[in-house]
């Protein structure tokens, strides 16, 4: 679906964005996760031909996105992080326009649009103006675009940033139903343990890490985690890892053990090696 050459973005200031990064994703939902600085939006904005690449190739389905940019945008869908609904817009309206500009004719749009609202849990507010919705209902509006437009390829930016926990499971929902391959960015591990069949961890712009939750969890096989001593620092806290003979020794002696997940993958593919 989606493969990346040597792929480099260094901006006008001298920031290096992404740093030759080389990769495969070919599952039906695939999560690229990382810290904020990351190079997720960066990578995603070269993806959907938003932003051109200082170096490097980067195919989708077969598409160069930058030698076939049109054919490229047919086929996919993107919703960035920063988007924003216009005020006095319906959630209705927002998706209908989107639709249209898509190439939809107007009646298959408002179909598409309704039904899209209905399913993200928008049903009630569809008629609303968009400025009189709560931060995670405006978020919603642009996961009915992603959800409405059929694309081959759908690209959400941290689709639930600012959603409370019940509307983040209802976007979940969504998303599982959705035909289209997926590719979510997102801070949140469970999200992407949740969602994805393949994982790419980023981290200063390179890739630390990728592959199934189940393969990117095998490696820490055997080992837990202890908080409240050990080299790792993030912020106040110290943290080790250790296997679970280490951590029988611990007990009573002040600190917190917990088992594994994929936020200590990141830890010590990215933070701990830094």
């Known amino acids: ?17 992404i740093e030759d990064l080389s990769f495969k994703l070919s599952s039906r939902f695939s999560c690229i996760i990382g810290r904020n600085g990351a190079g997720k939006t960066t990578l995603l904005r070269i993806l959907s031909t938003q932003l051109l690449p200082t170096k490097g190739r980067a195919t989708i389905n077969g598409y160069d996105v930058v030698r076939e940019v049109k054919k490229v945008r047919k086929i996919i869908s993107s919703i960035p992080q920063e988007a924003s609904p216009f005020g006095i817009a319906s959630p209705l309206e927002h998706v209908i ?12 749009a408002l179909s598409s ?11 009630d507010a569809m008629n609303k103006p968009a400025d009189e919705l709560s931060g995670g209902m405006k978020r919603k509006i642009f996961v009915a675009m992603a959800l409405s437009s059929n694309a081959e390829v759908v690209f959400l930016d941290e689709p639930t940033t600012g959603l409370d926990p019940v509307s983040r499971l209802e976007v979940w929902s969504v998303i599982k139903e959705m035909s289209s391959n997926m ?77 594994t997940s994929l936020e200590d993958v990141f830890i010590m593919r990215g933070l701990y090696e830094d």
């Open 1 to 17: 679906m989606i493969e990346t050459e040597n792929l480099r973005k260094v901006y006008g200031d001298g920031t290096v964005a």
């Open 97 to 108: 326009v989107y639709l249209t500009a898509r190439g939809f004719s107007f009646s298959e």
């Open 113 to 123: 649009a309704r039904r899209a609202l209905k399913e993200v849990g928008l049903g």
């Open 183 to 259: 590719v979510l960015t997102t801070h949140y591990m469970e999200e992407a343990e949740e969602l994805c069949q393949d994982i790419a961890m980023m981290h200063k712009g390179k890739l630390i890490a990728q592959g199934s939750p189940e393969e990117l969890l095998s490696s820490l096989k055997g080992i837990v985690r202890v908080e409240g001593t050990g080299n790792i620092k993030i912020g106040s806290m110290r943290i080790s890892y250790v296997d679970e003979d280490g951590a029988k020794k611990m007990v009573g002696k002040g600190v917190v053990i917990k088992p």
